[in-house]
């Protein structure tokens, strides 16, 4: 079993950046991929940014990439996902999900087994 924590988000202007972070314990060593989702009120769950463990692959949505860069620190079983160059249709809340299954379909929420809290991201402009 793996938990996972979510911290980070706020409130920024637009042309801002946060970095949020996703602490990870128990069965961490059982991850193929650790990704980030988003949801706005009213929306579906969609896919950011994912890291795949094997090979250190990534992998970002077409709306961020090049704004968006996720990393991870494995002494700290911590994974983040700074945000720059913000805009307004980036606000939502940010969740951080882990997948222990293998394979082309990591952008799909139903893919991942364990999820954090989530966290809001506001971006004014």
């Known amino acids: 079993q793996v938990q996972l924590a979510d911290s980070g988000g706020g409130l920024v202007q637009a042309g801002g950046s946060l970095r949020l972070s996703c602490a990870a314990s128990g069965r961490t060593f059982s991850y193929s991929a650790v990704a980030w989702f988003r949801q706005a009120p009213g929306k579906e769950r969609e896919f950011v940014a994912a890291?795949?463990?094997?090979?250190?692959?990534?992998n970002y949505a077409d709306s961020v990439k090049g704004r968006f860069t996720i990393s991870r620190d494995n002494a700290k079983n911590t994974v983040y996902l700074q945000m720059n160059s913000l805009k307004p249709e980036d606000t939502a809340v940010y969740y951080c999900?882990?997948?222990?299954?293998?394979?082309?379909?990591?952008?799909?929420?139903?893919?991942?087994?364990?999820w954090g809290q989530g966290t809001q991201v506001t971006v004014s402009s």
């Open positions: 890291e795949i463990w094997s090979g250190g692959i990534t």
């Open positions: 999900a882990a997948r222990t299954n293998t394979g082309p379909y990591f952008q799909r929420p139903n893919e991942y087994s364990a």
